[in-house]
């Protein structure tokens, strides 16, 4: 049994839609206009001016900087998926398979940033003469990991018709569909152990750090991580109820996924937006805190 996926963009339609076609088009339409009008000249905004970020330890920094530029890579793809959506995919097979290489590796390094960020934050309070301090390598092997695992989104890519229609689809047999869906459940579930962890022990110190009494830090980089996983653990359950599906041979589960991965997948794209809101909110607060502070 064949199972082709879609992604975030794949209800494509051609030409003058009718009511209910063309409700399923403006919605994905409109929310991927949105994302990409607040999120990329945010995101862009977060890497230049790095809001109240002279608190933050420059491993910090620099891991924030690099969440950033996996949001922007993340979102420079929404054109090109708002496209889709509205036309047939006439932008052929190397701008498809490039595309969704984009959307994958900027999503699994968003993942490994949130994670060293949770690992760093535990260090840095528990064992801070074992801190990371060799960024650079560590940013490198952070890509590096991300692209390896986005290589079966490169792979598996294609230019597909369906009902007079061209889509840009990952396509994949029950069993490679399988193997795909568990491989991003136990990456996406390790990380949050690890990023859970992290932040348990590091609770069980928190009365002893003096890295806390300026709560900025804390409170940023928590709400970062929390907010990621809020959107991330869906589209991983999701995925945990396909696997079952596949298995099961259980044909409306199946045929759940291209409409259940454009709404769960498209999660990733709001959180990506989000973020430099965040940034831009703990800059204020932080400051005004600050003259809160410089007029009692």
């Given at each position: 049994?064949?199972l082709?996926s879609a992604?975030?963009?794949?209800s494509?339609?051609a030409?003058?839609?009718?009511?209910?076609?063309?409700l399923?088009?403006?919605?994905p339409?409109?929310?991927?206009?949105?994302?990409f009008l607040?999120?990329?000249p945010?995101n862009?905004?977060?890497?230049?001016?790095?809001p109240?970020?002279q608190k933050l330890?420059?491993?910090?920094?620099w891991?924030?900087m690099?969440?950033a530029?996996?949001?922007?890579?993340?979102?420079i793809?929404?054109?090109?998926?708002?496209?889709a959506?509205?036309?047939?995919?006439t932008l052929?097979?190397t701008i498809?398979?490039?595309?969704g290489f984009?959307?994958?590796?900027s999503i699994?390094?968003?993942v490994?940033t949130?994670?060293a960020l949770s690992?760093?934050?535990?260090?840095?309070v528990v064992?801070p003469?074992?801190?990371?301090?060799?960024?650079?390598?560590?940013l490198?092997?952070l890509?590096?990991?991300s692209m390896v695992?986005s290589?079966?989104a490169l792979?598996s890519?294609q230019?597909?018709?369906?009902?007079?229609q061209?889509?840009?689809?990952?396509k994949?047999n029950?069993?490679?569909?399988?193997?795909?869906?568990?491989t991003?459940?136990f990456?996406?579930f390790?990380s949050?152990?690890?990023?859970a962890c992290?932040?348990?022990?590091?609770?069980?110190?928190?009365?002893q750090?003096?890295?806390f009494?300026?709560?900025f830090?804390?409170?940023?980089?928590t709400?970062i991580?929390?907010t990621?996983?809020v959107?991330s653990?869906?589209y991983?359950v999701?995925n945990?109820?396909?696997v079952?599906?596949?298995?099961?041979?259980n044909?409306?589960?199946v045929a759940?996924?291209?409409?259940g991965?454009?709404?769960?997948g498209?999660?990733?794209f709001i959180?990506?937006?989000?973020?430099p809101?965040l940034?831009a909110f703990?800059?204020?607060?932080g400051l005004?805190?600050?003259q809160?502070?410089?007029?009692?």
């Open positions: 049994m064949d082709t992604n975030f963009t794949n494509s339609t030409g003058p839609p009718s009511s209910v076609s063309g399923r088009t403006l919605v339409v409109g929310l991927m206009s949105l994302c607040v999120g990329f945010g862009i905004a977060v890497l230049i001016l790095r109240n970020w330890s420059r491993l910090t920094q891991l924030m690099n969440l530029l996996s949001d922007l890579l993340c979102l793809t929404l054109p090109i998926w708002i496209y959506v509205l036309y047939n995919w052929g097979v498809c398979k490039m595309a984009v959307v994958h590796c699994s390094s968003s490994l949130i994670t690992v760093q934050r535990y260090m840095q064992h003469q074992r801190c990371i301090r060799f960024k650079m390598r560590l490198i092997l890509w590096l990991i695992l290589i079966q792979m890519r230019i597909i018709k369906d009902h007079h061209m889509s840009c689809f990952t994949y029950s069993t490679q569909h399988v193997a795909m869906l568990l991003e459940c990456f996406g390790s949050f152990i690890i990023t992290a932040y348990i022990f590091l609770h069980k110190k928190l009365n750090a003096v890295f009494n300026n709560p830090t804390f409170k940023l980089v709400t991580i929390v990621f996983f959107f653990m869906p991983l999701f945990l109820v396909m079952g599906g596949v298995l099961s041979n044909l409306k589960i759940f996924y291209p409409t991965l454009n709404f769960f498209g999660l990733t959180n990506s937006s989000i973020n809101l940034y703990s800059a204020w607060h005004r805190s600050t809160d502070n410089n007029t009692s």
